[in-house]
């Protein structure tokens, strides 16, 4: 079974801290994601990346950044968080053509 | 640009049938996804259509209609647990093969 795991299941930071969201996946696959989550508005690329080392922006990468040092390792950055940052935050990964696996989550409040 | 469209919210009987409709307009299209996400958890696979017709997969069944930009996701003999949200998402060759979703149809199935 395709494991996808993510650093916190819940997490609360104040208004300008830097914050990391760890995703971790254990089959080896070369692509992974980033997306936020909101009510009304779906599923939202942030980032993505296809090897390591390597990365590309999604539909909304301002005020993230992202690390893949390692194939199994995708961390997304939150220089200076803001509260319209608040939101859920969706790891994935994929073989090159296949399906996305999901991570459980992070449910991120910035106060 | 990527466009999915598919209806916010559907209620359905237990043991009925549901459709759930989705339109997309994709430059480069190049495969439909469909996801089930339960409230709290990570989306899921369903199925995956890349050429026109009909998957079916148990209860589950879905359709594709490239020259009509259209999909659908067909749910037999509801159950209690089939109470979700579902995902329709265009992957686009023009896009690097990411992942568009749309806003997600949430179904309530009823006793």
């Known amino acids: 079974d395709v494991k996808v795991t993510q650093s916190s299941r819940y997490l609360v930071k104040r208004t300008g801290e830097k914050v990391f969201l760890e995703c971790v996946q254990d089959m080896d696959h070369e692509n992974m994601f980033w997306y936020r989550q909101d009510p009304g508005l779906g599923l939202r690329l942030i980032y993505f990346?296809?090897?390591?080392?390597?990365?590309e922006k999604g539909d909304i990468p301002e005020g993230y950044s992202v690390s893949r040092e390692k194939k199994e390792r995708f961390s997304l950055i939150l220089e200076s968080a803001s509260t319209n940052q608040t939101s859920m935050y969706l790891c994935?990964?994929?073989?090159?053509?296949?399906?996305?696996?999901f991570g459980p989550g992070t449910r991120l409040t910035v106060l | 640009g990527q466009n999915i469209d598919q209806p916010t919210e559907m209620t359905a009987t237990e043991g009925a049938i549901v459709q759930i409709n989705c339109t997309y307009q994709?430059?480069?299209?190049?495969?439909l996804f469909w996801y089930q996400q339960h409230a709290g958890e990570a989306p899921t696979f369903l199925s995956y259509n890349v050429l026109d017709g009909l998957e079916e997969k148990g209860r589950f069944s879905s359709f594709l209609s490239r020259s009509k930009g259209y999909s659908y996701l067909l749910l037999k003999e509801l159950q209690m647990k089939d109470s979700a949200s579902y995902l329709c998402?265009?992957?686009?060759?023009?896009?690097?093969?990411?992942?568009?979703f749309g806003g997600g149809t949430r179904v309530l199935v009823k006793p």
């Open positions: 998402a265009g992957k686009s060759s023009a896009a690097g093969n990411k992942l568009t």
């Open positions: 994935a990964s994929s073989l090159r053509q296949a399906h996305q696996y």
């Open positions: 994709t430059s480069g299209f190049n495969g």
């Open positions: 990346s296809y090897d390591v080392k390597m990365k």
